[in-house]
């Protein structure tokens, strides 16, 4: 399977620190995630870069994982749903993703609402998160294309 961090690192312009409390719909970022150790398995850490569907529904964070998508992937979800400026800063950029409304469990609420917004494709990507395992995280301004900057950033 594809792994496309190389190519999304590439477009990292600016990190910062930001508290997982401080997490909005649309943005990039980059966190440690500390699995807990279950049946037999030892605990263990990973490094996530993830685009936020939802920051904080139950005790959980929906979101979706970089790796499995291309930069070409995320600038045409950039060019359906737009960009803004976060509203709290720093004012990095984000996606544009309508509000999304949880009243189901993940499992089906990713077969419902999650497909609908980012497809098929996309839907190896998509992440439950336990709030309360996230380590370190940033915030990422992600440079999109430059012709959806324009369009959506002025």
Known sequence: MANFLGGHNTKIEKKAPIAVNQLQKGMVINFTYNKKASKGKPAKSKTYLALILNPGYQGFVHALSMEMFSNKELNNMAEKYGLVHLKV???????????????????????????KLIGNKLGKSYRTFIIKSFGPLSVIDYEFDEKIQNLYLK
């Not at 720093?90 to 544009?96: N, Q, R, V, Y």
């Not at 999304?100 to 469990?105: N, Y």
């Open 89 to 115: 800063p720093p004012m990095f950029k984000a996606l544009d993703f309508p509000k999304i409304v949880m009243k189901e469990a993940s499992l089906k609420f990713y077969a419902s609402a999650v497909k």
